[in-house]
């Protein structure tokens, strides 16, 4: 259990419980102020080590559809490739390759329904940890950013790939499947 001290409360939170919906980082982060040194929850960015490695290594793309809320996607992709980006990828391409999957595995009679779809992992961890009898209908297969990650690792065996979103829980689950290196 963590705390972040507000000015007029304290906050507890169990990391056990958490779905990763980064609401806890902007109460936080808003408590003090908008300085990021008081909070005691930050989301974590990858771009110093990625901009340090770039020189170095083939590195590829991965940009969430919802990375527009932080960046205007045609300048974004243009920086890429003038820092060095190689390839350039968006994930609705993960996002088609999920649901070709879902689709053979309901036609094929390979999952038990009604099919949750697994797209957000915040809500496949809500489900997890608060409606563990609905866990069997979860989709067992990748987000859309896992399934193109595997793709694109297929494509681009030894390059390393980066993920732009906003989102905080897919920094936990890029981690565990260790497929993609930097997150931003």
């Known amino acids: 259990v963590q705390t972040c001290a507000l000015p007029i409360l304290l906050v507890k939170f169990d990391n056990d419980l958490c779905i990763g919906c980064g609401r806890c980082i902007d109460a936080c982060l808003n408590s003090h102020g908008g300085i990021i040194e008081k909070s005691a929850r930050f989301a974590i960015d990858d771009a ?42 968006d994930v609705s391409l993960g996002a088609e390759i999920t649901v070709a999957l879902y689709h053979d595995a309901i036609t094929k009679g390979r999952v038990k329904t009604p099919l949750i779809a697994t797209p957000c992992p ?44 906003p989102c905080v829980e897919k920094r936990r689950e890029i981690k565990k499947q260790q497929l993609i290196k930097y997150n931003v």
């Open 122 to 165: 915040a809500i496949v961890k809500y489900i997890q940890l608060n409606h563990p009898t609905l866990i069997q209908h979860l989709a067992p297969y990748g987000s859309p950013v896992h399934n193109l990650a595997v793709y694109v690792k297929s494509l681009h065996p030894y390059a390393e790939m980066v993920f732009f979103s």
């Open 48 to 89: 110093p080590q990625l901009m340090a490695d770039l020189p170095h290594k083939e590195i590829v793309a991965l940009i969430a559809p919802s990375a527009q809320s932080n960046f205007k996607l045609s300048k974004l992709i243009s920086a890429l490739k003038k820092l060095g980006i190689k390839h350039v990828y």
